[in-house]
């Protein structure tokens, strides 16, 4: 399993969606994504990329393992 590395926005939303999350929908201050019944919210762009702990809690959150997402690369 590779190490999780810090992504763009435009990143993050387009291997999500491989990943079979639909979106991302205006959510008021933040962007959502859904999969399901389930509510993923995107952070709002404020650098470069996000983070890997924010990237982390992102993918617990969404129910992604590691090794789907570095599948969708």
Same mark, same amino acid.
């Given at each position: 399993? =590779?190490? @999780? +590395?810090?992504?763009? #926005? ?9 990943? !079979?999350?639909? /979106?991302?929908?205006? !959510? !008021?201050? #933040?962007? @959502?994504? +859904? ?11 404020? /650098?470069?990329?996000? !983070?890997?702990? @924010?990237? =982390?809690?992102? @993918?617990? #959150? =969404? /129910? ?10």
């Amino acid at each position: 399993m =590779a190490r @999780l +590395t810090p992504v763009s #926005h435009r990143e993050l939303v387009a291997r999500l969606r491989k990943l !079979g999350l639909d /979106g991302p929908f205006s !959510g !008021g201050k #933040h962007l @959502l994504m +859904t999969r399901g019944a389930k509510r993923i919210v995107i952070p709002n762009i404020h /650098g470069p990329a996000i !983070g890997i702990e @924010l990237l =982390a809690r992102i @993918l617990r #959150h =969404a /129910g992604i393992s590691r090794e789907d997402w570095d599948a969708s690369e």
